[in-house]
């Protein structure tokens, strides 16, 4: 018989029960913690990454993975707040080229997966390079200035609720419908499932994947948007590492690589145990150090007190 | 007469495509290879050739050993962080003294294959992902690091370490490539003759009926992931006798080009399939891509444009041979 | 070592004072001179001590970075008033380093030191901090006018490289083929070396720039990309290659090709390896690039604290120090990742 706590931790909601005790912990020990305007912060530093992550989740259920979106938040950022410029009247423009750069990438993704039929790893870890090129072909440097309305998209409040918080969840309920209840999540799922099964149940399966690498861009269109208006500048290695975070994110959450399951919420949660954990450790004046070390024992930790129940082989 | 010949035509044909199929990896090399020398005759050159295997040496030893678990179905991303481990530790060891190069190289190896068989335990007697699992060690590994070195890339390479792994036999042959190389052949030979290499491919394509029939999965796990780590601190070292190391952060992302030739290749996250000899051809690959497009002289951006461009270009040439039979 | 401190100096000259090799300055230097001679009214952020202080780093991947904090937690420990002194890593991920700022602001501490990953980048979290009276101080970056940074202790980028460049085409005779080996893409160092280069070839036009390449502060990629390079051009007569660490990569491949005699080194830094370097070869020498930066930035820190008025921009300059007189600081008892530094033993990185 296991004891409670580690049976609740490696129960289905393991992540979300580890997240609960985490800032359980931060509230008790950690006295600055527990502040509003820490706790804004945390929501505000990280709303970006679970952006990209819920988009990330819905290509990894669909036994996809895509490397490529933390070189293409950077290319979006760049983009971005060059074209704004710091003026307001850029900023509808703004977000529609975020969004039609992070979805065009992504079908270029899609459609090349399809095409040549090289593994998502490889494929979209070529395209890292490739975008990371586009971005110092684009500029060397920081460049152009972002509105506004952009910086308050990414730190503003509203009635004290973050807006970065009010667009992530407005994202991941979008995402949560789109995958629980139409069938193109079905396909999704089924997709990611097995492909060969799918095929035959008669699922395009081969536009059910343009679709899950479209969502992947979007993402990191969204995502892009208030990492600018959290940097206010176009940083031309803005993006670097955002893709590992990501995936580590939705693994952690209790979504298998392998394809067929996974789950937003999960998603989520695991990137604010990852937020409140870097929040508590600077604020617990820990050696930065010290602090590698122990997000990587987290990370190792969590994912063995989460690991999924042993499944009957079919 | 004639249809003799025939069929011994097409027995031929047969075989060449047969044989493509199968070598598909070293055609891509081929190809890209000549492309190399059509545009530039440096890759014609036996001192530069040799400097590309001295290049490869880092990244081509670890391959080798993530091969082994990517065979058995797993992947191991902690080897750029042990590479940096090793490095580092095997300078502080060496503290200068020629007499400290065995106690330092065997220690190295020995944490090595500690943490790839840690990695092994976890991974044998736990369901979880090896991919999110190998990231994190790799992240607990570069805390380790850092505590232990205080940031700086303390330590003394012995003299002569460097000067012997550097020295060209017959002034071509750099000694570390030769190591490289040996390495490889000697991999490419126990993977054709082994029983334990032989169990590797039988978990990989079914793990559930490798169990039932009698294996051993967990021991051979973990010696696979020992294996895989030991390797890591192979090239650690071979990366601090090739160019010194600058930092404590040598080895960082050096994982991914690693999955990347192990991938290229022909061993895939499945597992059951692919091996050592199509890991190296790729790792030479993905090298000559580089090189290339630095000596042709394209810009820094033109040169990651090309440069991903021809991962994903190789790769889909793979599949193509792979496919045409 | 005692001799590197003489030589170094820890005269900490303002801007507006200095360059007899302003020629090749253009306007924005002139104002970026301007601007960091103006003073800065520091009554906002004059409190009563005891003072935590915070170092928000950009990064803490590599040796200089390791150094300059040591030399921030010695000085730390010569005020009886500090307490302590926080330390955040962003690790290069400039919204890691915004949102640190974040968290030391939340702790509540008097003053913030910085070295950025990018100085745009993270003008919104320091605004954060000078709106509740938390001074910022640039540390080591290029100088930076921005009213969300309170003064800037700064090594020029830019006079580094034009110093590099300048003392490389006297060597060179003033002219030949030469490349550039820069740090990462994109960061500043990286820019403001390249224009300094480029400013300074204006006045050499016989001096040829084959390529300019991102060695990423590696030595092995230096080395790597160096053989390429020696494989494409027949000739190259000198190297521009202001950062230490990746000479020595540089090096190593001219020397193994044996072609380490037609090619002339540009100085280097302070980094030990490359003094190394210099002692056994006799040329290329070193243009300093001073980790007692840490240590100036919070004794300005600290005079902000107790309301004194300082300038926007403290210049903390690079020396250019001869072959010969290079050769004397190398510690050949230390490993390569070293500085030479005036840190008092006991301080140095253990």
Same mark, same amino acid.
């Given at each position: 018989?296991?004891?409670?706590?580690?049976?609740?931790?490696?129960?289905?909601?393991?992540?979300?029960?580890?997240?609960?005790?985490?800032?359980?912990?931060?509230?008790?020990?950690?006295?600055?913690?527990?502040?509003?305007?820490?706790?804004?912060?945390?929501?505000?530093?990280?709303?970006?990454?679970?952006?990209?992550?819920?988009?990330?989740?819905?290509?990894?259920?669909?036994?996809?993975?895509?490397?490529?979106?933390?070189?293409?938040?950077?290319?979006?950022?760049?983009?971005?707040?060059?074209?704004?410029?710091?003026?307001?009247?850029?900023?509808?423009?703004?977000?529609?080229?975020?969004?039609?750069?992070?979805?065009?990438?992504?079908?270029?993704?899609?459609?090349?997966?399809?095409?040549?039929?090289?593994?998502?790893?490889?494929?979209?870890?070529?395209?890292?390079?490739?975008?990371?090129?586009?971005?110092?072909?684009?500029?060397?440097?920081?460049?152009?200035?972002?509105?506004?309305?952009?910086?308050?998209?990414?730190?503003?409040?509203?009635?004290?609720?973050?807006?970065?918080?009010?667009?992530?969840?407005?994202?991941?309920?979008?995402?949560?419908?789109?995958?629980?209840?139409?069938? *193109?999540? #079905?396909?999704?799922?089924? @997709?990611? !499932? $097995?492909?060969?099964? =799918?095929?035959?149940? &008669?699922?395009?399966? +081969?536009?059910?994947?343009?679709?899950?690498?479209?969502?992947?861009?979007?993402?990191?269109?969204?995502?892009?948007?208030?990492?600018?208006?959290?940097?206010?500048?176009?940083?031309?290695?803005?993006?670097?590492?955002?893709? *590992?975070? #990501?995936?580590?994110?939705? @693994?952690? !959450? $209790?979504?298998?690589? =392998?394809?067929?399951? &996974?789950?937003?919420? +999960?998603?989520?949660?695991?990137?604010?145990?990852?937020?409140?954990?870097?929040?508590?450790?600077?604020?617990?004046?820990?050696?930065?150090?010290?602090?590698?070390?122990?997000?990587?024992?987290?990370?190792?930790?969590?994912? *063995?007190?989460?690991?999924?129940?042993?499944?009957?082989?079919? | 007469?004639?249809?003799?010949?025939?069929?011994?035509?097409?027995?031929?044909?047969?075989?060449?495509?047969?044989?493509?199929?199968?070598?598909?990896?070293?055609?891509?090399?081929?190809?890209?290879?000549?492309?190399?020398?059509?545009?530039?005759?440096?890759?014609?050159?036996?001192?530069?050739?040799?400097?590309?295997?001295?290049?490869?040496?880092?990244?081509?030893?670890?391959?080798?050993?993530?091969?082994?678990?990517?065979?058995?179905?797993?992947?191991?991303?902690?080897?750029?962080?042990?590479?940096?481990?090793?490095?580092?530790?095997?300078?502080?060891?060496?503290?200068?003294?020629?007499?400290?190069?065995?106690?330092?190289?065997?220690?190295?190896?020995?944490?090595?294959?500690?943490?790839?068989?840690?990695?092994?335990?976890?991974?044998?007697?736990?369901?979880?992902?090896?991919?999110?699992?190998?990231?994190?060690?790799?992240?607990?590994?570069?805390?380790?690091?850092?505590?232990?070195?205080?940031?700086?890339?303390?330590?003394?390479?012995?003299?002569?370490?460097?000067?012997?792994?550097?020295?060209?036999?017959?002034?071509?042959?750099?000694?570390?490539?030769?190591?490289?190389?040996?390495?490889?052949?000697?991999?490419?030979?126990?993977?054709?003759?082994?029983?334990?290499?032989?169990?590797?491919?039988?978990?990989?394509?079914?793990?559930?009926?490798?169990?039932?029939?009698?294996?051993?999965?967990?021991?051979?796990?973990?010696?696979?992931?020992?294996?895989?780590?030991?390797?890591?601190?192979?090239?650690?070292?071979?990366?601090?006798?090739?160019?010194?190391?600058?930092?404590?952060?040598?080895?960082?992302?050096?994982?991914?080009?690693?999955?990347?030739?192990?991938?290229?290749?022909?061993?895939?996250?499945?597992?059951?399939?692919?091996?050592?000899?199509?890991?190296?051809?790729?790792?030479?690959?993905?090298?000559?891509?580089?090189?290339?497009?630095?000596?042709?002289?394209?810009?820094?951006?033109?040169?990651?444009?090309?440069?991903?461009?021809?991962?994903?270009?190789?790769?889909?040439?793979?599949?193509?041979?792979?496919?045409?039979? | 070592?005692?001799?590197?401190?003489?030589?170094?100096?820890?005269?900490?000259?303002?801007?507006?004072?200095?360059?007899?090799?302003?020629?090749?300055?253009?306007?924005?230097?002139?104002?970026?001179?301007?601007?960091?001679?103006?003073?800065?009214?520091?009554?906002?952020?004059?409190?009563?001590?005891?003072?935590?202080?915070?170092?928000?780093?950009?990064?803490?991947?590599?040796?200089?970075?390791?150094?300059?904090?040591?030399?921030?937690?010695?000085?730390?420990?010569?005020?009886?008033?500090?307490?302590?002194?926080?330390?955040?890593?962003?690790?290069?991920?400039?919204?890691?380093?915004?949102?640190?700022?974040?968290?030391?602001?939340?702790?509540?501490?008097?003053?913030?030191?910085?070295?950025?990953?990018?100085?745009?980048?993270?003008?919104?979290?320091?605004?954060?901090?000078?709106?509740?009276?938390?001074?910022?101080?640039?540390?080591?970056?290029?100088?930076?006018?921005?009213?969300?940074?309170?003064?800037?202790?700064?090594?020029?980028?830019?006079?580094?490289?034009?110093?590099?460049?300048?003392?490389?085409?006297?060597?060179?005779?003033?002219?030949?083929?030469?490349?550039?080996?820069?740090?990462?893409?994109?960061?500043?160092?990286?820019?403001?070396?390249?224009?300094?280069?480029?400013?300074?070839?204006?006045?050499?036009?016989?001096?040829?720039?084959?390529?300019?390449?991102?060695?990423?502060?590696?030595?092995?990629?230096?080395?790597?990309?160096?053989?390429?390079?020696?494989?494409?051009?027949?000739?190259?007569?000198?190297?521009?290659?202001?950062?230490?660490?990746?000479?020595?990569?540089?090096?190593?491949?001219?020397?193994?090709?044996?072609?380490?005699?037609?090619?002339?080194?540009?100085?280097?830094?302070?980094?030990?390896?490359?003094?190394?370097?210099?002692?056994?070869?006799?040329?290329?020498?070193?243009?300093?690039?001073?980790?007692?930066?840490?240590?100036?930035?919070?004794?300005?820190?600290?005079?902000?604290?107790?309301?004194?008025?300082?300038?926007?921009?403290?210049?903390?300059?690079?020396?250019?120090?001869?072959?010969?007189?290079?050769?004397?600081?190398?510690?050949?008892?230390?490993?390569?990742?070293?500085?030479?530094?005036?840190?008092?033993?006991?301080?140095?990185?253990?």
């Amino acid at each position: 018989m296991r004891d409670p706590i580690t049976s609740a931790l490696s129960s289905k909601y393991g992540i979300i029960v580890l997240l609960g005790m985490t800032v359980l912990f931060a509230f008790i020990f950690v006295p600055e913690f527990g502040t509003v305007n820490n706790l804004t912060n945390i929501a505000i530093q990280s709303a970006p990454l679970a952006i990209l992550a819920i988009g990330q989740t819905v290509v990894i259920i669909a036994g996809l993975i895509d490397l490529s979106v933390g070189m293409l938040l950077g290319l979006i950022v760049v983009i971005i707040a060059d074209l704004m410029q710091g003026q307001s009247s850029m900023t509808a423009f703004a977000i529609l080229v975020a969004l039609g750069l992070g979805g065009g990438v992504g079908m270029i993704n899609g459609l090349l997966n399809n095409l040549l039929r090289i593994h998502p790893l490889i494929l979209t870890f070529g395209m890292l390079s490739i975008l990371q090129g586009l971005i110092f072909v684009y500029t060397d440097r920081s460049v152009g200035q972002v509105s506004p309305e952009f910086s308050w998209m990414a730190n503003g409040t509203i009635f004290g609720v973050p807006f970065s918080i009010i667009l992530l969840i407005f994202v991941a309920t979008f995402v949560s419908f789109l995958l629980y209840r139409t069938r *193109l999540g #079905a396909h999704i799922f089924a @997709v990611g !499932g $097995g492909e060969e099964q =799918a095929r035959r149940a &008669g699922i395009l399966t +081969g536009r059910v994947k343009v679709w899950a690498f479209i969502f992947s861009g979007l993402s990191a269109g969204v995502a892009g948007m208030l990492v600018a208006g959290r940097l206010g500048t176009g940083y031309p290695n803005a993006g670097v590492g955002y893709e *590992l975070d #990501a995936i580590v994110a939705v @693994v952690l !959450g $209790g979504t298998s690589l =392998a394809g067929g399951r &996974g789950s937003i919420l +999960g998603t989520i949660a695991a990137v604010f145990v990852l937020g409140v954990a870097s929040n508590i450790l600077n604020l617990m004046e820990i050696s930065s150090f010290v602090q590698i070390l122990v997000k990587g024992l987290i990370v190792v930790i969590a994912i *063995l007190l989460n690991q999924p129940k042993r499944i009957v082989a079919s | 007469m004639s249809d003799r010949t025939g069929t011994v035509a097409d027995n031929l044909q047969t075989r060449i495509w047969r044989w493509a199929s199968s070598n598909a990896i070293w055609i891509v090399l081929a190809l890209l290879f000549s492309v190399a020398a059509l545009l530039s005759d440096a890759f014609l050159r036996p001192v530069y050739i040799f400097n590309i295997v001295r290049q490869a040496a880092p990244v081509g030893v670890a391959a080798i050993g993530v091969t082994l678990v990517m065979i058995l179905g797993g992947v191991d991303l902690s080897v750029g962080a042990i590479i940096s481990l090793t490095a580092v530790l095997t300078a502080v060891l060496m503290d200068g003294q020629v007499a400290n190069i065995p106690l330092a190289v065997t220690f190295a190896l020995a944490v090595g294959a500690f943490i790839g068989g840690i990695n092994g335990v976890l991974i044998a007697y736990n369901r979880i992902s090896p991919f999110i699992l190998t990231l994190g060690m790799a992240v607990v590994i570069t805390g380790i690091t850092q505590i232990y070195s205080g940031g700086t890339a303390r330590g003394i390479v012995s003299p002569g370490f460097r000067e012997f792994f550097n020295f060209r036999i017959g002034g071509v042959v750099p000694v570390l490539a030769l190591f490289f190389l040996g390495l490889a052949l000697v991999g490419v030979r126990l993977q054709q003759t082994t029983k334990f290499c032989r169990n590797l491919y039988l978990i990989g394509s079914n793990p559930q009926a490798a169990e039932l029939s009698g294996l051993h999965v967990k021991r051979i796990t973990i010696i696979a992931y020992a294996l895989s780590g030991l390797m890591g601190a192979m090239a650690g070292i071979a990366l601090l006798a090739r160019s010194g190391v600058s930092s404590t952060f040598a080895g960082r992302g050096l994982e991914f080009d690693v999955l990347a030739a192990v991938i290229l290749g022909g061993t895939t996250f499945q597992g059951g399939r692919g091996g050592i000899g199509g890991t190296i051809a790729a790792v030479f690959v993905l090298l000559i891509a580089f090189n290339l497009v630095n000596i042709v002289g394209l810009d820094y951006n033109a040169q990651l444009i090309v440069k991903g461009a021809i991962i994903i270009i190789a790769s889909s040439a793979y599949i193509y041979f792979k496919k045409v039979r | 070592m005692r001799k590197l401190i003489e030589f170094v100096g820890s005269t900490v000259v303002a801007i507006g004072l200095l360059t007899g090799l302003a020629s090749a300055a253009d306007e924005a230097r002139v104002m970026q001179e301007k601007q960091a001679a103006e003073i800065v009214d520091t009554s906002a952020y004059k409190k009563e001590g005891p003072y935590k202080i915070g170092v928000a780093a950009g990064y803490m991947g590599n040796s200089w970075v390791v150094f300059t904090l040591q030399h921030i937690k010695y000085e730390a420990s010569l005020h009886d008033d500090i307490t302590e002194v926080l330390v955040t890593d962003a690790a290069f991920n400039p919204t890691k380093q915004v949102a640190d700022i974040e968290d030391l602001i939340s702790k509540g501490v008097d003053l913030i030191l910085y070295w950025p990953v990018d100085d745009k980048a993270i003008e919104g979290a320091l605004k954060k901090a000078t709106d509740k009276g938390i001074p910022t101080i640039n540390t080591g970056g290029g100088f930076v006018n921005s009213p969300s940074v309170t003064a800037s202790v700064f090594i020029d980028q830019w006079n580094l490289g034009e110093m590099v460049a300048r003392r490389l085409f006297q060597d060179m005779g003033g002219k030949g083929k030469i490349f550039a080996m820069l740090p990462i893409a994109g960061t500043t160092a990286a820019v403001d070396q390249l224009a300094a280069l480029k400013a300074v070839m204006e006045e050499y036009p016989d001096i040829e720039l084959l390529s300019a390449e991102y060695g990423d502060w590696n030595r092995a990629k230096a080395k790597q990309i160096t053989e390429n390079l020696l494989q494409k051009y027949p000739e190259i007569d000198g190297v521009f290659s202001p950062a230490g660490q990746m000479s020595i990569g540089v090096a190593e491949a001219f020397d193994e090709a044996g072609r380490l005699s037609e090619v002339i080194m540009s100085p280097g830094d302070e980094y030990n390896g490359w003094l190394k370097w210099v002692r056994t070869n006799n040329q290329g020498g070193a243009v300093t690039f001073p980790t007692r930066v840490g240590q100036e930035a919070l004794r300005l820190g600290m005079r902000i604290l107790r309301g004194e008025n300082v300038r926007r921009g403290q210049k903390v300059p690079s020396e250019y120090i001869s072959p010969g007189a290079a050769g004397v600081y190398a510690e050949t008892d230390r490993p390569d990742d070293w500085w030479a530094s005036e840190l008092p033993e006991a301080w140095k990185p253990q």
